[in-house]
């Protein structure tokens, strides 16, 4: 393997020293980059990009090539899953993504089939293996999967939603058929994980874009209590290096403590929960990654140069040398212009080498 020329990222989610933050953004390969869109032009659709070893391999390069960005994310989805246990993913123009088919009954959960991710995702591990190679050590590689419970939501509701509304009777009304389902996808996300380790992934990290929706009880019981489970079932180790794990919350900031107990080695936040606070509550125990608005790379140069001062400004309130990796609290939207994520980027570099 070729040794890794930027290991910054893997330092701070182990908590290693580094000489100044790293930074990638969530969905840093996307329809704000033209190119982006020529590719996926390509391609035809959205589902073929992912599908397409050769293109899925380009889009994740794309960002790499405009920004100094400190890793690499594999470009895939994380309805992959769901589309591999027979669901029949697709995407309508505008609309996000649906299923064919839902999980709505205890006969449903049932017949969902056999999962193994090395076969039935075979794409996925091609993809990241030849990113891997490409990237030849420039920056690590993020493998990623949605949580049980994010992704019970889109195979309960069939797709989107707002509400929630199927999948929050099924868990007031019916919770063990709920508990089965989220059981059946802890088993296939840590398989899947694992098979993504196997092909190169450097680092691992669980969507749980949902988790925010529960509450506080139903948070433990639903939705952390399975990507605990996960946690204890990767491979955490590789080659002789250590395999970081991040579980990411959306609107789980004030679940910290319990999220710690976990073991995983960072913790995501968006934009809503004050960094410095965090901090507080993790004391040392865990890394921490966020949580700039997206929405702050619609504003000037001078603007974002700002609200991503005042972001390391909290990340570093305490005294703290390394723990924290700088990125978005959420994806970054189609309608950013793609020259605003380089002072985001930048500034992190520059301004965060006089804490460390
Ligand atoms: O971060 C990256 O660059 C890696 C790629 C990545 C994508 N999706 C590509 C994508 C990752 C990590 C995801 C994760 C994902 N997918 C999540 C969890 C993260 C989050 O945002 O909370 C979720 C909930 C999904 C499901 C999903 N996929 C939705 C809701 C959509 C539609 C979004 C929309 O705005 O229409 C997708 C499609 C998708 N996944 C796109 C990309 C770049 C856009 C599709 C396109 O090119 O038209």
């Given amino acids: 393997m070729t040794a890794l ?36 032009a390509k391609a035809g659709d959205f589902l073929s990009l992912c599908k397409n070893t050769e293109f899925a391999c380009e889009v994740t390069l794309q960002p790499l090539r405009r920004y100094e960005l400190d890793a690499a994310i594999l470009f895939s989805d994380i309805l992959t899953v769901p589309d591999a246990l027979g669901l029949g993913l697709y995407f309508e123009a505008g609309e996000g993504p649906k299923f064919h088919k839902t999980v709505r009954t205890e006969q449903d959960v049932a017949n969902l089939p056999n999962f193994n991710a090395k076969s039935d995702l075979d794409y996925v591990m091609n993809a990241v293996s030849t990113i891997r190679s490409a990237l030849g050590g420039q920056v690590p590689l993020i493998g990623f999967s949605g949580s049980p419970w994010t992704l019970a939501t889109y195979m309960v509701e069939g797709g989107s939603s707002k509400d929630f509304r199927f999948t929050k009777q099924m868990m007031y009304a019916q919770p063990e058929v709920l508990h089965a ?70 609107g789980g900031g004030q679940w910290l403590e319990p999220m710690v107990a976990t073991g995983a080695d960072a913790f995501g936040l968006d934009w809503t929960t004050p960094l410095n606070v965090a901090r507080q509550t993790v004391n040392g125990r865990a890394a921490l990654q966020g949580n700039l608005d997206p929405a702050t790379l619609y504003g000037s140069p001078d603007s974002i140069a700002k609200a991503t001062k005042a972001m390391l400004d909290d990340a570093y309130a305490h005294g703290e040398k390394t723990g924290y990796i700088a990125n978005l609290g959420h994806g970054i939207t189609q309608w950013v212009d793609p020259a605003n994520p380089k002072v985001f980027i930048d500034t992190v570099h520059e301004y965060s080498a006089k804490y460390l």
Avoid: C
């Fill in 181 to 250: 389902l989220l059981d059946r996808l802890a088993v296939a996300v840590i398989d899947y994980l694992n098979a993504q380790i196997d092909a190169g992934a450097q680092a691992v990290q669980i969507f749980d874009s949902w988790g925010g929706a529960l509450a506080h009880r139903e948070y433990i019981e639903f939705s952390l209590n399975y990507m605990q489970k996960i946690v204890a079932g990767l491979q955490r180790e590789k080659d002789g290096r250590k395999i970081p794990v991040i579980l990411f919350t959306k």
């Fill in 5 to 40: 020329k930027n290991d910054r990222f893997l330092r701070a989610l182990l908590r290693e020293p580094v000489d100044t933050t790293p930074v990638w953004m969530m969905r840093q390969a996307g329809r704000y980059l033209p190119e982006y869109r020529e590719t996926r």
